[in-house]
């Protein structure tokens, strides 16, 4: 659906050439969320005012849909952008005009009829949940209710893609979830394919099937959400991840292993990490059994991202001849990241 190939972007000012964007290669298929995460400057708004070409490449290519966009006259990109909606972190409504005109705002450009329009307007409303605020004006309005009419009109001439950018970071944590549900029903309902930039790894984790990292410029890490989460290969990604995996153990916790009788020859204490079907299977049950070890959890938390389960496990293992560091070895064999806590 979306191919980016080679992308570079410098801009140049007074105080010289910054290159936001360095031969960035992606891959968006048609009908995902693709989010592209990273810190502050580091290109996220360039690639994505990239793509509907909002700003002019250096250099690479951007293809929708088939189309190459760096080579369209003014009037082919006029056309084109008609495809890729746009909402933005602060809404950009037209103050003057009601929640319907600004709707309608597009389709009016666009030159569509009246009747055409309104029959369009009310569905549009219907459709983000806004039906009962057609006659209220932007500041009347909550934050979560001016996204929705963002989404409305970025909706309104049928894109096949929509790109949102930080759409969610001027809102609160329940709004947020709000919008972006709302999001993941567009994109199931109308098949439209999502692109969206964001420093949140909440926002990727609630809705994204794909990511991509980027940093300084570089795209450093893209795949599956799954892939990247079971196995971040950069350090930048590991400390998005931080935020929504725990995996920094608990102050309480750290005391508590402090004031653990060590004394006992055998004893292991260690960090069980899952991702996936794992977490199912009786794991600790099968390591008393098998290997003759007292299996003692001190800590455990598991999450979601989408169906996928995931968490962490801290247990205390004990055992005799050689046990917990074979039962150790066994979970390894599972594919579990497991960790022996030495100093905490
Ligand atoms: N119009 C511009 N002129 C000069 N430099 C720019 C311009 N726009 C962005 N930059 C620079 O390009 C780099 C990337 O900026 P960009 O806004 O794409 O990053 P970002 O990841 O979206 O950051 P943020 O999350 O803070 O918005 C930064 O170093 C920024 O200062």
Redesign the pocket.
Not at 38 to 47: D, E, N, R, V, W
């Given at each position: 659906m979306i191919y980016i190939k080679n992308l570079t972007k410098v801009?140049h000012?007074d105080s010289g050439d910054?290159k936001?964007l360095d031969e960035v290669n992606l891959h968006i298929k048609k009908g995902e969320i693709f989010g592209i995460i990273?810190?502050?400057?580091?290109?996220?708004?360039?690639?994505l005012r990239c793509i509907n070409m909002l700003e002019k490449p250096t250099s690479g290519s951007v293809e929708i849909d088939g189309v190459e966009m760096t080579s369209l006259s003014p009037n082919e990109l006029k056309e084109m952008r008609k495809k890729i909606g746009m909402i933005f972190q602060h809404f950009n409504l037209l103050t003057s005009r009601n929640v319907r005109g600004n709707v309608a705002f597009p389709l009016e450009i666009a030159g569509v009829d009246k009747k055409t329009i309104n029959q369009k307007v009310e569905r549009l409303l219907d459709l983000v949940g806004l039906s009962d605020k057609a006659d209220s004006f932007p500041s009347q309005l909550s934050g979560g209710q001016k996204q929705r009419v963002g989404i409305a009109r970025a909706l309104a001439n049928d894109p096949k893609v929509l790109l949102c950018d930080?759409a969610t970071s001027a809102l609160d944590p329940q709004t947020t979830l709000s919008i972006l549900n709302l999001l993941k029903d567009i994109n199931k309902k109308l098949g439209i394919t999502i692109v969206l930039?964001t420093?949140e790894m909440n926002v990727i984790k609630q809705i994204c099937n794909s990511v991509a990292v980027?940093e300084k410029?570089r795209v450093v890490e893209q795949g599956s959400l799954l892939e990247v989460f079971a196995n971040p290969k950069t350090d930048t990604a590991r400390n998005f991840l931080k935020s929504v995996t725990l995996s920094e153990l608990p102050e309480e916790l750290k005391e508590r292993i402090r004031n653990l009788d060590h004394g006992h020859l055998e004893g292991r204490i260690v960090k069980i990490g899952f991702f996936g079907k794992v977490t199912a299977e009786p794991v600790i049950s099968t390591l008393v059994k098998k290997f003759d070890v007292d299996a003692n959890i001190l800590y455990g938390n598991i999450d979601h991202i989408q169906d996928t389960p995931y968490g962490m496990l801290v247990v205390e293992l004990r055992g005799k001849n050689g046990g917990a560091n074979s039962a150790i070895e066994y979970l390894k064999t599972l594919g579990l990241k497991v960790e022996v806590i030495v100093n905490v």
């Open positions: 801009y000012s910054v936001a990273g810190l502050s400057g580091a290109g996220k708004s360039t690639l930080e930039i420093h980027i410029s």
